[in-house]
């Protein structure tokens, strides 16, 4: 349908391109028809190949700002005229353990500490363990607590409760524990001899009183059975990471919330044995009839306690 002639008009003079290596090719702009000479002054010359640009891919593979922001991470440093301890927990790591506390075996329980509780756990500790190790051992899981409260935040969206029960071998483990706020420990632990190692094993009980203090949390510890110290206090260990695990990981039925207890529980009670639900009060003030009844009626419960106080009072 097209002469020759008519096809030798829309063919592009290529007289001007010269074979260059990649990233170096040259064109001899002057050679060009004329829209092809602006195309490629207005738009600089980009290599393409068939995987996508890494520009448009930087977004997709950097994690986002916002995940980095909620990493649960506590960093603690704690000095003492004894001892000088630093502390760092990752709650959403993967199980790495680096600990070097200067008591063997304290950093052999860490280590369980990370591996089953898939936590990042970082320890540096330096103390008067020519003495004993009584006060690394103390300090080091005050600073554990305190590094793990903050690392829990807020707390939005946690089980907040975790439960389990270990067994090594003969000695089998029950842990359960509530991030509840309220420092609590209940132990029940019976080791058979005095050390493992030069580990002393009354220092178990000391370690995690210390940790229950400054996390705030309420801990439980029951043996079961067992009869090899070692086995005891490494299921114990290990239940413990277990049930931390549970409790800090993330309810998706929650939706973020915060786990707290409901707040219409929440009562005052009054010698004279009556209560005021603060909640059910604070739903009857929804108009201004009930603002005096409201003022009145806690007016006379304290009036009634103070009289009943007076009463039962001894010089």
């Known amino acids: ?31 060009l028809p004329r829209f092809l000479r602006m195309e490629s002054q207005s738009q600089p010359l980009q290599s393409i190949s068939c995987a996508s640009s890494p520009s448009n891919n930087l977004s997709q593979a950097t994690p986002s700002s916002s ?26 790591g993967t199980g790495v353990a680096d ?23 970082h320890v540096r500790a330096t103390g008067d363990v020519h003495i004993d190790d009584h ?30 029960t270990a067994p090594l071998d003969e000695a089998l483990i029950h842990v359960s524990l509530d991030l509840s706020g309220r420092p609590y420990l209940g132990y029940n632990l019976e080791i058979p001899t005095q050390r493992v190692g030069n580990y002393d ?43 931390l695990r549970q ?3 993330n309810d998706p039925r929650r939706g973020g919330t915060i786990p707290r207890f409901d707040l219409s529980s929440i009562t005052f009670y009054y010698t004279s ?8 009060y604070a739903r009857l003030i929804t108009s201004y009839k009930h603002i005096l009844f409201v003022i009145l009626r806690i007016f006379f419960c304290l009036e009634e306690r103070l009289l009943l106080e007076n009463v039962f009072e001894c010089d």
């Open 273 to 280: 044995l009556d209560r005021i639900n603060i909640i059910d």
């Open 135 to 164: 006060h690394s051992n103390e300090d080091i899981a005050l600073a554990i607590g305190t590094a793990l409260l903050k690392a829990l935040g807020e707390r939005k969206g946690i089980n907040r409760f975790g439960d389990f």
């Open 1 to 31: 349908m097209f002469s020759q002639s008519s096809a030798l008009l829309v063919r592009p003079n290529l007289v001007g391109f010269t074979l260059s290596p990649p990233g170096k090719a040259s064109i001899a702009s002057s050679s």
């Open 99 to 121: 600990s070097s506390t200067g008591i063997p075996f304290l950093d052999h329980m860490l280590d369980q500490l990370a591996s089953h509780g898939l936590f990042d756990v």
């Open 201 to 243: 094993t009354q220092l178990v009980e000391h370690f995690f009183q210390s940790l229950v203090n400054t996390s705030g949390m309420t801990l439980h510890i029951r043996q079961l059975a067992g009869e090899n110290s070692h086995h005891i206090i490494e299921a114990t260990f290990k239940a413990f990471a277990r049930a």
């Open 247 to 249: 409790a800090t990981e």
């Open 67 to 92: 995940l980095i922001e909620s990493a649960r991470i506590g960093e603690v440093k704690r000095v003492t005229k004894e001892t000088n301890v630093s502390v760092k927990i990752n709650l959403d």
